[in-house]
T-cell receptor, first 111, second 115 residues
């Protein structure tokens, strides 16, 4: 079955540092989605990417859809304590109900 | 606020109980999903309904029974569950796939504990 490799699995960083995480796959996707999940809550959509090479920002977050369509990365600049949570990527096969999720990157920010 | 609500938020049940999880979406979407989220595992898709018809059923045990009475509501009926079914159950919604622009929105989840 399709799998997404998401790395790193976890990160401990100091407040103010930049963060980078990525997802890679052996499959080609038409859409990449990035979510954040906080304890006791469902995933919240952060950024959606629909074209290879697309670079999209949402405040301090920037995500890119890889040229090969097999990968995507998410950067967080100048991290703050409320960035703590688990970040998930999801690849989507266009025209289907198949959303393939990564295993998540657990981010902890030390003040 | 994502526009997808789930009740209850927490549920503790015995293995002989029958309970139901409810999901409601206020986004005007026509596809709804049930996922299971267990610790350190990727989200597992359980069921998908599109226009109130089931379109995906990923080998889920029959002790889980979905129901979609209309495009805004989705239920998951639970009976004779096992302790390993304890997990966070997430509901999501989206528009029907159209060849691009897919986006999926999640509810807050129901934390289920089976004793």
């Amino acid at each position: 079955g399709q799998q997404l490799n998401q790395s790193p699995q976890s990160m401990f960083i100091q407040e103010g540092e930049d963060v980078s995480m990525n997802c890679t796959s052996s499959s080609i996707f038409n859409t990449w989605l990035w979510y954040k999940q906080e304890p006791g809550e469902g995933p919240v959509l952060l950024i959606a990417l629909y074209k290879a090479g697309e670079l999209t920002s949402n405040g301090r977050l920037t995500a890119q859809f890889g040229i090969t369509r097999k990968d995507s990365f998410l950067n967080i600049s100048a991290s703050i304590p409320s960035d703590v949570g688990i970040y998930f990527c999801a690849g989507v096969f266009s025209g289907t109900y198949k959303y393939i999720f990564g295993t998540g990157t657990r981010l902890k920010v030390l003040a | 606020e994502t526009g997808v609500t789930q009740t209850p938020r927490h549920l503790v049940m015995g293995m002989t109980n029958k309970k139901s999880l409810k999901c409601e979406q206020h986004l005007g979407h026509n596809a709804m999903y049930w996922y299971k989220q267990s610790a350190k595992k990727p989200l597992e898709l359980m069921f998908v309904y599109s226009l109130e018809e089931r379109v995906e059923n990923n080998s889920v045990p029959s002790r889980f029974s979905p129901e979609c009475p209309n495009s805004s509501h989705l239920f998951l009926h639970l009976h004779t569950l096992q302790p390993e079914d304890s997990a966070l159950y997430l509901c999501a919604s989206s528009q029907q796939p159209s060849g691009g622009g897919e986006t999926q929105y999640f509810g807050p989840g129901t934390r289920l504990l089976v004793l």
